[in-house]
């Protein structure tokens, strides 16, 4: 029987980055002092670099302003910091096949077309969710989206008629983006199949998105859901709607329905829509035995992103100290729980001068939205994960 104790994390994105700085910066070092086992860190992703994905609404319209060197970076980059730690992680490019609890292993389908069954002491379910489209989250190697973000900036540049269906902060975001970039030479029009955008944010700031939005040239449309989309002979895309009518655009930009990437999992770690069915508490995932947690979006313990992640990797951090350190013997750890805080927060930039958000339940105005996110959506802030910035303390 083998003396290494693989930790691994199933995704490479926020959250699994997150956990795995944090176990690099504050319990892989705690855990070479076990004179009983040595421990690695693996990580699988299907991507090799990291994508700093909130961007995307201005990078669909313009990679020149937001470069693709500055919005993707190689995941293992962040981990060369930790010298003392150089042999003991692992990146895997591949994608989750299947977990089995019992024998505690996970079948992963590896990027150059084999497979590979890799043996876990620990695992953190951090594989997040997926959208329809490459230009809002990665399918598979970053080269796909990067190539995909390409071809939109050449549609956008011509197109006269441009659809993008979805009411929440991506699909408003990419609207205002696209009006403020175009300045009016197309015809813009945003689909939702709710009654208000922005289903986070209270009706007089939706509403005031809306204004916003029609003031730089852009059509809302509510109550209509997208059935189907195709493209034609002549690269135009014919748009299904649930009204029984279409729609045909230049470009069509899908940024809705986003779903958790859990195909891989059994059904008894699988709960409401199919996220990870995850201890709200502790961030556990009890079903499956002993030192299996779940990070991030595909928790569904709250309404996902980066502001509630930030309040749930320490609780994650605090629980796999307490378990990995207590079962090695070499250190302790107090536990911490989890607490959901509903609170009205989300920023939402139309364009880069303005914006309609909210922070705990009070109202920002445009301005601030704009210097907090609008001005380059956050991108300064990227380190917080790929170098786990952000997990400095414990």
Not at 190 to 210: D, F, H, M, N, Y
Not at 300 to 308: A, F, N, T
Not at 359 to 367: A, D, K, L, Q, V
Request: net charge neutral.
């Amino acid at each position: 029987m083998s003396n290494t104790r693989n930790i691994v994390i199933l995704g490479a994105s926020f959250s699994g980055l997150s956990a795995a700085h944090y176990l690099a910066k504050h319990v892989l070092p705690q855990l070479q002092r076990s004179k009983d086992f040595k421990y690695a860190l693996h990580l699988v992703d299907p991507s090799t670099h990291f994508w700093w994905n909130i961007a995307a609404p201005r990078e669909i319209v313009s990679v020149k302003e937001m470069k693709h060197e500055d919005c993707f970076v190689p995941h293992m980059d962040g981990f060369k910091q930790y010298t003392n730690l150089k042999d003991s992680i692992i990146f895997h490019q591949g994608s989750a096949a299947g977990l089995d609890t019992n024998l505690r292993t996970v079948s992963i389908n590896t990027h150059e077309g084999g497979s590979e069954t890799l043996e876990y002491y620990a695992l953190v379910i951090a594989t997040g969710v997926r959208s329809p489209s490459p230009l809002t989250t990665l399918h598979g190697p970053h080269t796909t989206t990067m190539k995909a973000l390409d071809e939109m900036n050449e549609k956008l540049a011509t197109a006269k008629e441009i659809v993008i269906a979805g009411g929440g902060p991506v699909g408003v975001e990419t609207a205002g983006e696209i009006a403020t970039h175009l300045k009016g030479k197309a015809t813009i029009t945003l689909i939702t199949g709710s009654s208000k955008l922005l289903p986070v944010l209270r009706e007089s700031l939706a509403a005031k998105a809306q204004k916003m939005l029609e003031k730089s040239g852009v059509t809302v449309m509510y109550n209509i859901k997208v059935q189907g989309s195709e493209e034609t002979s002549d690269g135009q895309t014919e748009i299904k709607l649930d009204n029984g009518k279409t729609m045909t655009a230049d470009a069509y930009i899908p940024a809705f329905g986003s779903q958790p990437n859990t195909d891989f999992l059994p059904d008894n770690l699988k709960g409401k829509g199919d996220y990870v069915e995850t201890n709200g508490q502790t961030l556990r995932v009890d079903a499956a035995g002993p030192r299996v947690y779940a990070a991030g979006d595909v928790t569904g313990v709250d309404k996902g992103g980066i502001m509630c992640l930030y309040n749930t990797i320490p609780v994650l951090g605090a629980n796999m100290s307490h378990d990995l350190l207590s079962d090695a013997g070499v250190g302790n750890a107090a536990e911490k729980t989890y607490t959901r805080k509903d609170a009205e927060t989300q920023l939402v930039p139309i364009g880069a001068k303005t914006g309609v958000g909210a922070f705990n339940g009070w109202s920002m105005p445009g301005f601030a939205v704009s210097m907090i996110k609008g001005k380059d959506y956050m991108l300064k802030n990227m380190g917080d994960f790929t170098e786990g910035k952000k997990w400095v303390k414990a």
